[in-house]
């Protein structure tokens, strides 16, 4: 295995990367649109929008894995930043520079590989965009140009500020380290401890401008059962899942969080009581709709939600509607699950 040699302009590189404030943040609809595109033109498992840190490549979005980072000296894109262009890489096994690469020799076992560098100003390589797949193959023409504008979208986000309102506010408050400690390492979102931030800041965002708050409290059914039937890992495998599910049924101003076991919270900005059924309703036929895809099968998933809104003032608190989803929550499950409620309200539907 050769390692790649660090850039000659590694220092001004990393200080570009760290002034986007997007390691070790929380996944983001936007980006995960743009590695399942990856995976479904070119047809591959594995697509990824890795960002090389000092010491480790780390992905703001990844499809096809089960982790957020990797060593920086054993990852393909730590070569793809070296050059302005395209690294291809057919056959691993039949590359000197990765043939006994721990990447390639053991899982995911690696086969083909392609990436293409993210360029932001002044010929700064951040990252790469990539293709991955565990059996040899070749990339036509019209597929890297594929991947070469795919990596152009990528470019062109992460220069626009279109993190929601919530996101971005949080994100640009904590140090690396700290953003670090508030992200769920199994589902990539936010944790229950950077769900109560996050709800404390909107919280009082819109109690300044008089705009109204929702919550849903979202429970996948039975997932003790998926647990005790297939065992642990195929339960993580729903988790991650149900979870990007969630995430491609909000709007980008929304955020979503893990708030403990199969539970998450998400958060509606300058949502009112009349616009949840809408909201819920679509996160509902998605999470139907779209079961999730295991080593054991196909599994369906049905989830309760408990979901309420408020107008924030500094007479209530967060934990005011909180309560309320929780127990809109419980009648939910109690009506027979599959179905939310929302409280203080006859809105009930399953």
């Known amino acids: 295995m050769i390692e790649a040699r660090k850039p000659d302009n590694e220092a001004e590189r990393l200080a570009h990367l760290q002034a986007l404030n997007m390691l070790d943040s929380a996944i983001e609809e936007r980006f995960e649109r743009i590695t399942r595109l990856v995976c479904n033109i070119l047809d591959v498992p594995i697509s990824a929008i890795s960002l090389v840190d000092d010491d480790r490549q780390w992905f703001k979005s990844v499809q096809g894995l089960n982790v957020s980072e990797t060593p920086r000296s054993i990852a393909f894109c730590s070569h793809t930043i070296l050059g302005d262009e395209a690294l291809v890489v057919p056959d691993a096994l039949a590359d000197h520079r990765f043939a006994d690469n721990p990447l390639v020799t053991e899982n995911p076992n690696i086969r ?133 599910t969630i995430l491609t049924s909000l709007r980008p101003r929304d955020v979503v969080c893990r708030w403990g076991g199969e539970e998450f919270l998400a958060l509606f900005t300058d949502c009112d009581a009349d616009g949840l059924p809408a909201v819920l309703g679509r996160i509902q036929q998605n999470i139907e709709s779209k079961p999730i895809r295991t080593t054991q099968g196909l599994l369906a998933v049905t989830a309760s939600f408990g979901a309420a809104a408020v107008l924030p003032t500094r007479d209530n608190h967060p934990q005011s509607i909180i309560k309320e989803a929780d127990r809109a929550l419980y009648q939910a499950k109690a009506e027979g699950r599959a179905r939310y409620v929302i409280a203080n309200s006859a809105e009930h539907a399953n």
């Open 112 to 244: 083909f590989y392609a990436g293409c560098p993210l360029i932001i100003e002044d010929g700064i390589r951040i990252g790469t965009l990539c293709a991955i797949d565990n059996k040899p193959r070749k990339i036509s023409e019209d597929q890297l140009v594929v991947l070469k504008d795919l990596a152009q979208m990528v470019r062109s986000e992460m220069s626009a500020i279109t993190l929601s309102d919530v996101n971005q506010r949080l994100t640009e408050e904590l140090k690396t380290a700290e953003r670090a400690a508030m992200i769920d390492p199994l589902s990539g979102l936010w944790n229950r401890r950077g769900g109560e931030e996050l709800l404390e800041s909107e919280w009082a965002s819109a109690s300044r401008a008089s705009h109204s708050l929702s919550i849903a409290m979202i429970d996948i059914d039975h997932f003790k059962k998926v647990n005790d039937t297939y065992g642990h890992d195929i339960g993580d495998v729903v988790i991650r899942q149900f979870a990007k």
